[in-house]
């Protein structure tokens, strides 16, 4: 045989790499850049659109270690989808090291956006040390930690894509940013107080530069009960004094919010400790780099004014997440003035508008709302409100998806064409699809008037910036939803592809589970939906086969008049009565939703449920919760949304060790209605003999467990897999009790944990709707040919 000269472990060899996931903004570069200089390998690493490119020389074993620790030793911010190499030409100079070379535009999909992330603990020790010279700069930032969604204009991730165009480097910044050994090392939103961007302070008596003069007058201001607006990573947040009624009870005047608990922003996990109990899963949600707002439940004896949380079991906390916040949390070396532990941090805008986020916007909305403002000179580019959590079984919940999460893909099990979902019409996002990866936006908001819809249409138009232009759109079935309006509008020539509500909640389930394709028995339980038949659902077991685009109402609650519409959703007494006359008890004076209305009120509501004109029906959960509540004595009228069904909830809670057991049923009839009327009428007659309201919501909850439980079982055959969906998933204390009992009755059971059970994950599920609509078409296209 003729010699063959093989290849040795030894000899060089170049491997070109392309990293794609959400690797541009979160330090990926410099972390390439070291392994492959520990590794003494030569060759380079930049940006381009849509990945982050390697070329990197040296012998097979050590290109096999570098392949190894890219995928295994990635930056904690970082999340990478791919990694795929091809072998190149060797560079027969062997290069001069390895260098990170400039970004490049290249054709396809581009990089996801990373979200923005709390200040790192390493940043956080500069922010306090004396002896940095980042000391008390309320801009401190690396390449592990700040703001990456809220400041980047466009890919790739460079600083003159960025709010941070504007602030050229000083010589030392330079220098670390330069510097392969400085953990800012190339982190594009790199400054100090030499070079970066300015905090001010501005009241009736003037402008006051400087962040410390400006941190003490904001706590003074503070202290002395003013509401004072805060120009943070994502946009304006209006603060005040924990415990002054007279400024809390300003903050709900100015902002037109009556009842809606507000947020807290708390200095540490003490201080957190002193108005909620937190267990150690909520505690590392809280301290996680997300820093959402966590809702826990509060303590009897929490030092808040009263007017922070009415009578809400729960206080929603947050943490500091920039390092304006840690230093208006942290005396001012000096100044004498009182550094509070916590304070009020809600949205600078009034009720059902949009956060505001740009400084011409603030200069218009911002001065009727506060007595001061604490600013500075650095851009918002992208508005992003504060994420809302619950930990349930040590899990998160999203009750909101924003801040510290948006706009991150889910995955979608398969590749199909650009589809733009618009959501619902009440806690709006959207969600644009790029291939096999979903984007959901940030929280929008209520989309009830103009200024919603101008921020849903920007933030629509930025991230389409970023990805291939839509070709179908998808919107909810609802004929009166802006939403579905704005799309209808705005489709053209595309596909616009209606999806029912409770059908769109099912299939986001799944995407989120990446189990598109795959059978489950969907239990939806919401306020509101418009189904298929023209009335409103809410109470919904659906079942979906392989063609997750397609749906089975298999069973629902049985409908009962929505007397006055929407004033039926503000006034749970009117939701109490027309079960009460479906269930045939009659309204003597002694019920709780008979003494909250007046007689006028009763001969109306009486007259349209005989008569049955403004009523339409309703198979709706939510209002059933509503209900209860109302024949409970809980709630007649409602400041927000659920504010019954959680008021509810914890009532069902506190009877925990009361000992009195009542035994209370949903019956199930032979076809699939999920019958309350005997419900109420037992629940009406003890309550009539004195039982504890607290034990009859217990019973009340666990009759809704059993009929889930019982449904179930009837109706899913061979199919093993069961979805918890709906805003009303969002009790924890019913979200266990049924996934406890259908796991014993031997069912796996899908939560939520990415997307919001309510209605901020709707668009996800209109979106995978609309894609495997759309490659279905395809197939019988393919098939017919």
Known sequence: MPNVSLPSRTDPVRLRFAVTGVVQGVGFRPFVHRIASEL?????????????????????????????????????????????????????????GFAIVDSRVAAGSTSPIPPDTATCDACLADLFDPRNRRYRHPFVTCTNCGPRFTIIRALPYDRQSTAMAGFAM???????YHDPADRRFHAQPIACPDCGPALWFRSATGRLDGSDAALAAAQ???????????????????????????????????????????AMLVR????????????DDEAAVLGGPARPIVLLRRRAAAPIADAVAPGSPLLGLMLPYSPIH???????????????????????????????FTDDDAEQRIPPLCDALLTHDRPIEQPCDDSVVRVVDGRELPVRRSRGYAPLPVNLPCDGPPVLAVGGELKNTFCQTDGARAFMSGHIGDMAGYE?????????????????????????????????????????????????HHHAHVVALLAEHGRLGQPIIGVCFDGTGYGTDGTIWGGEILALGPDSHRFTRVAHLLPVPLAGGDAAVRNPWRMALAQLWVAGVDWTADLPPTMACTPAELRAVRSQLAGGTGCVPCSSMGRLFDSVASLLGVRQRIEYEAQAAIELEALAESAGGSGERIALRLVVRPDGVIDPTGM??????????????????????????????????????????????????????????CRRRLQQAGFEVLTHHTVPPNDGGLALGQAAVSVLTALAEQSDRAERR
């Open 40 to 96: 003494g390998l030569a060759g380079f690493v930049g940006n381009e659109s849509g990945a982050v490119f390697i070329e990197a020389q040296g012998d097979r074993a050590r290109l096999d270690q570098f392949d190894t620790r890219l995928r295994q030793e990635a930056p904690p911010l970082a999340r990478i989808c791919t990694v795929s190499a091809a072998e190149m030409a060797v560079d027969p100079a062997g290069g001069n």
């Open 170 to 176: 000083c010589r030392q910044c330079s220098v670390e």
């Open 220 to 262: 003074r201001a503070l202290a002395d009960g003013a509401v004072v607006a805060i120009k943070g990573i994502g946009g304006y947040h209006l603060a005040g004094a924990v415990d002054d009624q007279a400024a809390v009870g300003a903050l709900r005047t100015r902002k037109s919010r009556n009842a809606k608990p507000f």
């Open 268 to 279: 540490d996990l003490e201080a957190a400790r002193r108005y909620a109990f937190v267990d």
């Open 326 to 356: 840690h230093l208006l949390l942290a005396p001012v070396p000096g100044a004498g003035a009182p550094a509070p532990d916590a304070l009020v941090l809600t949205s600078a805008n009034r009720s059902g508008e949009p956060i505001c």
């Open 452 to 500: 919603t819809l101008r921020a849903f249409e920007r933030a629509a138009g930025r991230l389409a910036a970023t990805r291939h232009r839509p070709v179908r759109l998808a919107a909810d079935l609802h004929p009166g939803y802006r939403t579905r309006g704005w799309a209808e509008r705005h489709a053209g020539d595309r596909p616009l592809d209606l999806v029912q």
């Open 680 to 737: 109420v009428r037992a629940l009406v007659a003890a309550l009539r003999d004195g039982s504890a309201p607290a034990a009859l919501a217990a019973a009340f909850h666990e009759a809704v467990v059993e009929a889930v439980v019982e449904t179930v079982n009837r109706v899913a055959g061979a199919v093993r897999a069961v979805g918890l969906t709906g805003g009303v998933f969002q009790n924890a204390l019913l979200l266990r009790a």
